[in-house]
């Protein structure tokens, strides 16, 4: 069974910076493969921050955090991260990483099947 672990989150102030790491166990990376980061704040819906498809590198990014925030991948670790730079208080929430098996290359949110439990940044101004 897939495991997928989030770690990294923390308390920061507003301008501040982090690095999340997910790391997904028992699972096949392949060319098809998509690995991306969403969050959920409290009394708001899920939206996904950054995602990067295996096959090309592509990555795709929230306006909300386009030029702030960058997803890589260790494919021999096994490991996603999501370097967040510039934090911002709107930034607070819990973030959860999910791993796709397949994608058409664009990383719907459809295509996960594979969630962590989350890990809480919190932004205080």
């Known amino acids: 069974q897939v495991q997928v672990v989030e770690s990294g989150g923390d308390s920061v102030q507003a301008g501040g910076s982090l690095r999340l790491s997910c790391a997904a166990s028992?699972?096949?990376?392949?060319?098809?493969?998509?690995m991306g980061w969403f969050r959920q704040a409290p009394g708001k819906e899920r939206e996904g921050v950054a995602h990067?498809?295996?096959?090309?590198?592509?990555?795709y990014y929230a306006d909300s955090v386009k030029g702030r925030f960058t997803i890589a991948q260790n494919n021999a670790e096994n490991t996603v991260y999501l370097q967040m730079n510039s934090l911002k208080p709107e930034d607070t929430a819990m973030y959860y990483c999910?791993?796709?098996?397949?994608?058409?290359?664009?990383?719907?949110?459809?295509?996960?099947?594979?969630w962590g439990q989350g890990t809480q940044v919190t932004v205080s101004s």
């Open positions: 999910a791993a796709a098996s397949w994608s058409d290359g664009y990383c719907w949110e459809r295509e996960y099947e594979y």
């Open positions: 028992r699972y096949t990376y392949s060319n098809n493969n998509c």
């Open positions: 990067i498809f295996n096959g090309d590198g592509s990555t």
